[in-house]
């Protein structure tokens, strides 16, 4: 079942990507969009199943004209949207092959996903390196922005840093005396 944040952040997405098309996505009548989720492995039923499944169900309600007004009309200004679907499984040097493979040889429009914080990281400067409009919609790690500036790259959700701040705000406001907080975290580009 695709999570409500996996419908949301596509959703906004491909939304996005409505102001940004391409000459050619207006010349062909569609627009394709690369989406790379993990279809297999650890993070693919929690993470990457529900987006993809996600992904299928905005697609074809775009396509039908069948979203909630102001997008009640078909495709992205008339135009349907395609999609290609990779799976993010594989480490960094995949990724960064199959970025390249969605824009110079599948000819995307747009790329909307990644996981990974490191995939993340890795797609980050070849997003501007390519000039291909590229959307995260789950990555964890706060280092995207902290350490980089992007003009082709944007993320639809916080990273774990503001969530935990947050928490820990909440933590200190319903129980003002405690003195220490714990976390334990992965030990890569995420934790």
């Not at 009309?73 to 290609?84: D, F, H, L, P, Q």
């Amino acid at each position: 079942m695709p999570t409500l944040h996996n419908v949301i952040g596509l959703g906004l997405s491909v939304a996005f990507a409505t102001f940004v098309a391409p000459a050619q996505a207006q010349q062909t009548g569609t627009i394709k969009i690369g989406i790379v989720t993990f279809l297999s492995g650890g993070a693919a039923g929690p993470f990457g199943v529900p987006a993809r499944n996600a992904a299928e169900l905005t697609i074809e309600a775009l396509n039908a004209g069948t979203l909630p007004k102001p997008h009640a009309t078909k495709g992205i200004n008339g135009m349907a949207v395609e999609s290609v679907i990779v799976d993010e499984a594989g480490g960094t040097t995949k990724q960064v092959t199959e970025y390249r493979n969605l824009v110079q040889r599948q000819n995307v429009d747009a790329v909307i996903g990644y996981i990974s914080s490191g995939d993340c990281l890795a797609i980050a400067p070849l997003a501007d390196e390519l000039k291909k409009l590229t959307i995260f919609f789950d990555c964890g790690t706060p280092r995207i922005f902290e350490d980089g500036s992007y003009k082709y790259l944007f993320r639809t959700g916080a990273h774990a840093a503001m969530d935990n701040v947050a928490a820990a705000r909440y933590l200190l406001a319903r129980k003002p005396d405690v003195k220490t907080v714990a976390g334990i975290n992965q030990n890569y580009a995420w934790g």
